[in-house]
């Protein structure tokens, strides 16, 4: 597609249960970010991936969260043992080339994760 | 600690006057500052990307400046219309040269007709 792809665009899931969020990015964007954003904040990084390794990990709040980018395209966002303060939405991002410096990112609309 | 600073409380004004938004940051220099505009349950897009050495940057309506010592960003919309009511979050390169960029909270616009 034209843009950057997120499934699902709402997650409902159990506290402790095992959470996936996938990111199809531009094709071509060597650089993907993953950010969480909650209600009138604004998006918080966790990682980011250069091609098919995590350039940047540092943001990601503990070892309940995971992410792989196998093949430097397609990312999935792996939550173990969810709480109730992981729900947000975590928004995909992905630009040319890696950094910032280089252009702007282009988001995907999110994935809402709620967790009762 | 380095922070990003935007106005949390909205900035209502009536169409066709210009709004200024503020982004203010402490204890790094940045290399570049962007703009993006989110609107309600969507993802942010980008507007502008102003670099440590420019002073400013125009794109239609919209004019960005940047003053380095003031630590200081000015995000200008002239002529608003109700349509560019939404939420402004400026974003920093904050973390020491891998270049991700760091966003403030952003700050919400309202545009009166």
């Known amino acids: 597609g034209a843009g950057v792809s997120q499934t699902p665009s709402n997650k409902v899931t159990e506290k402790g249960k095992y959470v996936e969020l996938r990111c ?28 098919t390794g995590a350039a940047d990990d540092s943001g990601l709040p503990n070892d309940r969260f995971f ?22 939405v975590y ?18 609309e999110g994935s809402r994760l709620t967790v009762l | 600690s ?17 709004a200024t938004l503020t982004c203010n940051y402490t204890n790094y220099s940045p290399a570049y500052l962007q703009w993006y505009r989110q609107d309600p349950g969507r993802g942010p897009v980008f507007l502008l990307l102003i670099r440590e050495n420019e002073k400013e940057k125009r794109k239609e309506r ?10 200081q960003s000015l ?39």
């Open chain 1, 91 to 108: 928004l995909c991002a992905s630009s040319r080339r890696g950094g910032g410096r280089t252009g702007e990112l282009f988001f995907g």
């Open chain 1, 24 to 51: 199809d990015p531009i094709s071509g964007h060597t650089a993907l970010y993953w950010y969480r954003q909650s209600l009138g904040q604004g998006p918080e990084f966790l990682i980011y991936f250069q091609g």
């Open chain 1, 67 to 88: 992410a792989v980018r196998p093949e430097g395209s397609v990312s999935t966002l792996k939550i173990q043992r969810t709480e109730r303060g992981d729900s947000a």
């Open chain 2, 62 to 71: 919209l004019k960005v400046t940047f003053d380095t010592t003031l630590k």
């Open chain 2, 2 to 18: 380095q922070k990003i600073e935007q106005n949390s409380e909205a900035l209502n004004i009536q169409e066709g006057k210009t």
């Open chain 2, 75 to 113: 995000f200008h919309i002239t002529a608003s219309q109700p349509a560019d009511s939404a939420t402004y979050l400026c974003a920093l390169d904050m973390s020491g040269g891998s270049y991700i960029p760091t966003f403030g909270r952003g700050t919400s616009l309202i545009v009166h007709p």
